[in-house]
């Protein structure tokens, strides 16, 4: 005699199954992550406030059409020391602090935790990434070691007198988190600001010297990567570097070949090789074993992550951005839902078949 409840015990089994696919699939969301995630995304929160009110205590007012959320961040279209053409919105979008909900997550999976020191190559493009990787790093008790090119595209960090180091300087007189680099560079073609106004060269070496910082100004691409090695290694003090996170498009850092613009932004799991001449600390990191967290392409961060393009209102920081994130795995959560109830359907077609036959 046929056993009808056959299809009842395989649909239970393949529910489990699927279940358990599924978990492994999506993120893990315990309370632990939850509240890295929050605490990241309100330290950058902060971090915008205290700057926009720095940035206006110096007598610069916040331009509402460039910079509608007013986040205080977002620089200006020309200025002696912009280097390149820069994107409006995507400055914009880097100013949402759910981006330092998205670098604990990044962090986490390279393996970085507390104590871990992270390299982080940095041009001042990009200062809410900047604020976002620094805020991250504070949450899951990591420490970056920042190496920035001070010259920046348009609406970057470009307003003299209040570049990333004017930056890093408010943030400290707040009490919030802040790391002076390490070294510094100019930034812009060659790292050696080439493509900058005579005027802007010396804004950027008078600012160099006032900081006492070193400064990296290597001409020769495979020379500057090994220096910016060098000095992170430093840093790091003997520890091993757990990570390196590239903000931007800086020389050094993304080399000179073509390929890089193959990359997929985001954090890079598989090694590449290292050319020295034609590659930067990207490629030199990745083949050292390094993993590489790749933050340039913003609008395919975007949509790998599930972050807003160029939100008006920015959102507020809160935890439901903690699944939103993981865009990337979401194929494969779906295929595997579909398939999970096209198993069910058949198993149903199966079950109404050996109720309805003869005994």
């Given at each position: ?157 470009n307003r003299p007198g209040f570049g990333w180091l004017e930056m890093e300087d408010c943030l400290r007189a707040e009490g919030l988190p802040h790391h002076p680099p390490v070294a510094v560079s100019l930034g812009g073609d060659g790292d050696t600001g080439l493509d900058l106004s ?55 850092n993304i080399g000179t070949d073509a390929s890089v613009l193959e990359l997929k932004p985001g954090l890079m799991r598989a090694r590449i090789s290292y050319q020295p001449g034609r590659n930067g600390v990207i490629q030199a990191m990745s083949a050292r074993g390094v993993p590489v ?67």
């Amino acid at each position: 005699m046929k056993n009808r409840n056959v299809p009842i015990y395989a649909a239970a089994i393949v529910s489990l199954l699927a279940w358990g696919a599924e978990r492994m699939i999506l993120p893990a969301d315990g309370g632990e992550a939850r509240t890295a995630m929050a605490r990241a995304a309100e330290i950058m929160d902060k971090s915008l406030s205290a700057l926009m009110a720095c940035g206006e205590s110096r007598g610069l007012a916040v331009d509402g059409t460039a910079d509608p959320n007013r986040t205080g961040i977002i620089g200006v279209e020309h200025s002696p020391v912009t280097t390149t053409l820069g994107n409006l919105e995507a400055k914009r979008t880097t100013a949402n602090p759910a981006w330092a909900a998205l670098l604990v997550r990044l962090l986490d999976e390279a393996g970085v935790g507390e104590g871990d020191p992270v390299a982080v190559g940095a041009s001042s493009s990009f200062p809410g990434l900047i604020v976002a990787t620094l805020s991250a790093a504070e949450a899951i008790g990591a420490r970056p070691l920042v190496i920035a090119s001070l010259g920046a595209s348009q609406w970057g960090a470009n307003r003299p007198g209040f570049g990333w180091l004017e930056m890093e300087d408010c943030l400290r007189a707040e009490g919030l988190p802040h790391h002076p680099p390490v070294a510094v560079s100019l930034g812009g073609d060659g790292d050696t600001g080439l493509d900058l106004s005579e005027e802007g060269r010396a804004l950027l070496l008078a600012k160099m010297e006032a900081a006492g910082i070193p400064r990296i100004a290597e001409p020769d691409l495979a020379l500057n990567v090994e220096a910016r090695i060098a000095a992170f290694e430093w840093a790091a003090g003997g520890k091993t570097i757990k990570a390196f996170v590239n903000i931007g498009g800086n020389w050094a850092n993304i080399g000179t070949d073509a390929s890089v613009l193959e990359l997929k932004p985001g954090l890079m799991r598989a090694r590449i090789s290292y050319q020295p001449g034609r590659n930067g600390v990207i490629q030199a990191m990745s083949a050292r074993g390094v993993p590489v967290i790749h933050l340039l392409n913003i609008r395919g961060l975007c949509r790998r992550y599930g972050l807003p393009w160029d939100p008006v209102p920015m959102p507020k920081p809160g935890i439901s951005v903690n699944r939103r994130i993981f865009g990337e795995k979401k194929p494969l959560f779906f295929l595997v839902s579909v398939g999970y109830f096209m198993i069910l359907i058949l198993l149903g077609v199966a079950c109404r078949r050996l109720i309805l036959a003869p005994p």
